[in-house]
Each structure stands twice: as C-alpha cells, then as structure tokens.
C-alpha cells in the first residue's frame, strides 16, 4: 500500500482519532491546531504536529497546501473559522478536503465553497447507534442514494451451513453478496461465487434496494 500524505486540522475528539488512526495505518500524518497543549500531546503521535492557526493564509502557504494527498478539515466549534480555512484551502490548491460540519447549513457551506466531502460525525454516530440498537447483527451501513445501501452484518444463524445458490438472495430479494470476510477479518472473499458457504462467524457484505435490505432478518 502506497503510502499517502495527510495533514488534519484541528485536534479535538475526531480530529484526533482521524489522526491516529491514519498514522496506525502506515501514512504520514501532520496534525495543526491552534492549541500548544493539544499539538503537544500528539508529538510522539503523528509524523508532525505543529501550532498555527488554520485561517492564516500565511500559516497555510508555509506547509505547502498541495503536497497533502487529502486534508481533513476537522475544525470543531467555530463555524467561521471552519469556512474561512475551507476558503484558503482551496485557494491554494488543495488536492482534496474532507470537511467536518456540525450543522446541515454548515455542510451546505462547506459544500458551496467547493469541499471534496462533508461528513457529519455526530449525526452519523447517532444514526449509527440507533440501527445497531434496533438491528444487532448490523455493522455497518452505507446509504449510497435514497433507494440503495451496503450494509455489513453479522452473517444470521440460520444462513450458516447454506451456500449462497442455496439462499438465492437475489432471486428472492434483489441482494447481492459482493463480499464475504471471516476469521475475524482477516479474509476476504470478494465477489464470492454460488457454491461458497456461509460460515459461522463470516461477515456478510451486501447490496441492494433498501426496501428489500429491510425484509432481510438482520434489518
């Protein structure tokens, strides 16, 4: 894996965790924020971390905005100061932003100014808490468009031991299975074929209509 670039700004909650865990990864990771005591404790954390202040066009043109594959843009409370980095990061040639928003209008302004991405960690988080809450065996779900998603669950016991001609899942619901992940991980079967059998244990990845995803048991 090629090793990329990455420079976070702001190092609160999820500034912080996106930086960790980029750098875990294997990537080169510089944190910036404002704040001495949170640059400190990323000194031993991350490949750089420096104090400056991201709404400083002088503070940005120093770190040389364009040599970063992505920024993340994870500036927390204040909303201004948020936009007005998104501005200058794009003015000077950012390759790609991925921009934390607290509110829809925020997302939206973000989104104007030109941002790659806008993500919303709370809303998201809560999102995903309350279908875990109403569907344990979900993992993970991702809403590709109003009518279709991928969702990664635990496989149900009563698939165990089937292959997947047998349950015909897209026959009978209009999912398909485009992967299979087991021993915890660290196997993938990508794009599995008919004969394979669904083990106990095994990670289901699926897509599909979400009307029919909601039929499935794990929904």
């Known amino acids: 894996m090629k090793t990329k670039q990455f420079l976070v700004i702001g190092a609160g ?41 991201a709404s400083s066009e002088t503070c940005l043109k120093a770190l040389d905005i364009n040599s970063f594959d992505t920024v993340v843009l994870a500036i927390g409370d204040d909303i201004q100061a948020s936009i007005m980095a998104a ?6 040639g950012a390759r790609r ?5 607290r509110t829809e209008l925020h997302g939206k302004v973000l989104e104007k100014v030109g941002v790659s991405q806008v993500v919303f960690p709370e809303r998201d988080m809560g999102q995903k808490l309350a279908r875990s809450l109403i569907a344990p065996t979900i993992i993970d779900m991702i809403e590709l468009s109003d009518d279709y998603s991928v969702v990664e669950v635990n496989a149900p016991e009563e698939m165990i031991g089937k292959s997947l001609k047998e349950l015909n899942l897209r026959a009978r619901y209009g999912i398909s299975i485009i992967a299979l992940r087991r021993n915890n991980g660290h196997k993938t079967i990508i794009s599995p074929v008919a004969e394979d059998i669904i083990e106990k244990e095994d990670i289901l990845v699926a897509i599909g209509e979400n009307k029919y995803l909601k039929k499935m048991e794990w929904i």
């Open 13 to 53: 909650r999820f500034g912080s965790s996106v930086a960790r865990n980029l750098y875990k990864l294997g990537h080169d990771v510089m944190v910036m924020d404002n704040d001495e005591d949170k640059v400190q404790q990323f000194s031993d954390e991350v490949t750089n971390a420096v104090k400056a202040d």
């Open 87 to 92: 501005i200058l990061l794009i003015e000077l």
């Open 97 to 101: 932003i991925v921009a934390k928003a």
